[in-house]
């Protein structure tokens, strides 16, 4: 197992600990996790992404999606089949999952879609106003705060 040092990273950045610690964390999880269900991670515009699992055999009653603490989790889980069956050759994957995805901050999950086998989540990039870049004026008699209480 390889291990990354982000140190360098952090002479030059500052509030992005985390951050390493997540790319550290997710080479680890890559590695030694279930590679089912497969799913695809696609920027379908610039703040909008797609994440796609194949899901073949789960009606929407057998998933589940839950955000917490900025981890998308999906799970599925099929009830018991009573009836006993005899396969020659058996494929095709049907048992439970657990897919979890690391989300960035204000990511929001726009929408969820299951069609034809394939779940498809909508997230989006939403960055609140406050914290969109904004132009400070330089000199001038009146401080900025000032100015905006006056409006």
Request: a negative charge; aromatic letters at 8%.
């Amino acid at each position: 197992m390889h291990s990354i040092d982000f140190s360098p990273l952090y002479r030059s950045t500052v509030g992005f600990d985390r951050l390493a610690s997540l790319l550290d964390e997710s080479l680890h999880q890559k590695h030694s996790g279930s590679s089912y269900p497969p799913y695809n991670i696609e920027l379908v515009d610039e703040n909008q992404y797609a994440i796609t699992l194949a899901v073949a055999g789960f009606d929407e009653c057998d998933l589940e999606l839950q955000v917490e603490n900025g981890v998308l989790t999906v799970s599925g889980s099929k009830p018991g089949d009573d009836k006993v069956r005899t396969y020659l050759y058996q494929g095709i994957a049907n048992r439970n999952f657990v897919r979890k995805f690391d989300l960035a901050d204000h990511v929001e999950i726009k929408n969820a879609k299951l069609k034809h086998g394939m779940l498809t989540i909508n997230l989006a990039k939403e960055i609140p106003e406050a914290m969109k870049p904004r132009k400070i004026p330089i000199g001038g008699d009146q401080d900025v705060l000032e100015d905006n209480s006056k409006h």
